[in-house]
């Protein structure tokens, strides 16, 4: 076969962060969204944070976000460089580091903290990590809160086609390869390397919406002009396969989900479907309804 039979997907745009904040003391973050309002455009996803690649200087407090709340979605970090510790109110914990993911379901309401580990951060080091948020549909948002440490070892790593690179599924499946994670709606997210030159051809279900974010080097994408480090490229929702075009060696994180398609109501750490369920949200939160660390 010298053509692919597979519609492309068409490219919405190529973004870049469109903002940039700490989170606590310890998450230097670039964000592509929603700072970027894509929206619908990234639905089921709510947020992706891109935190450092950044030094921190060896120190006896380890350095982080304290306790906070969540409620309505999920946090899902993934850990390029660096150690990261996770405790919660439901009585979870884990400390992940590189090419690990903690699966985060706050649902009906989590008090946590996320901090750099603690003998780690008394060595010091680089950290590098995404955060990405995912929105959870109305009828889960009040379900139990639930967490899965996914380790380096329990992704599965799909070597490419012609020697290209290799792809870890992290969610969802590639190639009849299944990823680890439980999602509550349907989810693949892959981590991809293409080495320069080469070429990695993905084809993805239908009707999500697809974006995939460079984490180091410089690709092209179904034909579209070059997108570099900390840049997103966002298609439409139509069509089924996507083309990554490597100029030079280059990992991208791919998100790819079914939009839910519900209204969204965001107020900080919460996100609901409505500014009536985002005070109760706050109220709850205030009353303990979400629990303390231990
Ligand atoms: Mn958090």
């Known amino acids: ?71 309505g979605f999920e946090t899902v970090t ?14 979870h914990a884990g400390v992940i580091g590189s090419g690990d993911v903690q699966w985060m379901t706050a649902a009906s309401g ?5 901090l750099h580990e603690k003998q780690w951060a008394k060595q010091g080091g680089t950290l590098q990590a995404i955060q990405l948020w995912v929105n959870l549909p109305r009828a889960q948002k009040m379900s139990v809160p639930r967490y899965q440490t996914i380790l380096n070892a329990d992704i599965p790593k799909v070597q490419l086609a012609g020697g290209a690179g290799c792809l870890r599924v992290i969610a969802g499946t590639f190639q ?7 999602t509550v709606t349907p989810i693949e997210l ?10 990695a051809e993905l084809i993805l279900p239908q ?14 994408v179904n034909g579209s ?9 966002v298609c439409k929702r ?11 060696d280059s990992r991208l994180l791919i998100l790819s989900g079914q939009p839910i398609g519900e209204p969204i109501a965001r107020y900080g750490p919460f996100v609901m479907n409505n500014k009536v369920e985002l005070v109760q949200a706050l109220e709850d939160y205030k009353a303990g309804k979400m629990g303390h660390l231990a």
């Not at 002009?225 to 490229?233: F, K, N, R, Y």
């Open 110 to 114: 989590v008090v946590h903290e996320e």
């Open 78 to 91: 993934i850990v390029y460089e660096g150690l990261v510790a996770h405790r919660d109110s439901a009585g």
């Open 190 to 199: 892959y981590d991809l390397e293409v080495m320069a030159g080469g070429r």
């Open 1 to 71: 076969m010298t053509t692919s039979t597979v519609a492309a997907k068409d490219i919405l745009g190529i973004y870049r962060p469109g903002s940039s904040h700490m989170v606590g003391d310890g998450f230097p973050v670039r964000n592509l969204f929603p700072s970027n309002e894509l929206d619908e455009s990234v639905d089921p996803f709510l947020l992706l944070d891109y935190a450092g690649p950044q030094y921190f200087e060896p120190t006896d407090h380890p350095r982080g976000v304290g306790e906070h709340p969540h409620r």
């Open 225 to 233: 002009s070059d997108a570099g480090e900390a840049e997103l490229i």
């Open 207 to 220: 009707g999500q919406n697809t974006s995939l974010f460079v984490v180091r080097g410089l690709v092209s």
């Open 176 to 182: 009849g390869w299944r990823g680890p994670a439980h």
């Open 238 to 248: 139509a069509g089924l396969s996507v083309v990554v075009e490597a100029r030079e």
